[in-house]
């Protein structure tokens, strides 16, 4: 942890968003009740956005990473996704159909003002989640496969040694 850790419970979640994001070296940028965040993950860099919502009783985390989808690959990402979300404990991806886009999310409804550790941990959580199923996503987007596969694929575990 960090020696900053005596600024673990600030008033303003959005400090401790701040704070999360500069123990990172992630670039961060700041408006009335919304932190804009550039993540680097393992595959690319993600863009984060983490708000406030009804007057600071919910905390809302949008994480955008650059993957767009067609009406050719759309079946195979809404299974993929739906796949991957019976899998996560927190948060989900979405589906922004319009857009094309895939998008993590994880919205909490807050009963006091979240500690610098529990907002470390969501954010971390989304780059992670992001970071293991990217590749999955590229799978089906780039190389064709269906969503069984591509998820089985990312899901590979290695044992032992070589």
Not at 51 to 70: A, E, H, K, T, Y
């Amino acid at each position: 942890m960090s020696p900053l850790i005596k600024e673990n419970f600030i008033d303003d979640p959005l400090e401790n968003v701040e704070l999360a994001a500069s123990i990172q070296n992630w670039t961060f940028d700041r408006t009335d009740n919304e932190v804009s965040i550039i993540a680097n993950g393992k595959h690319n860099n993600y863009q984060l956005s983490v708000s406030l919502q009804n007057d600071s009783n919910g905390l809302n985390v949008i994480c955008g990473f650059d993957l767009r989808f067609n009406k050719k690959n759309k079946f195979q990402i809404l299974k993929l996704v739906s796949s991957i979300n019976a899998q996560l404990w927190l948060g989900h991806f979405d589906v922004w159909d319009k857009e094309g886009l895939i998008v993590y999310r994880n919205s909490s409804i807050l009963e006091k003002s979240p500690n610098l550790k529990t907002i470390e941990t969501l954010l971390n959580d989304a780059v992670s989640s992001i970071d293991l199923y990217f590749p999955a996503f590229q799978y089906i987007l780039w190389a064709g496969k269906d969503s069984e596969e591509a998820l089985q694929t990312v899901l590979f575990e290695t044992r032992g040694e070589a």
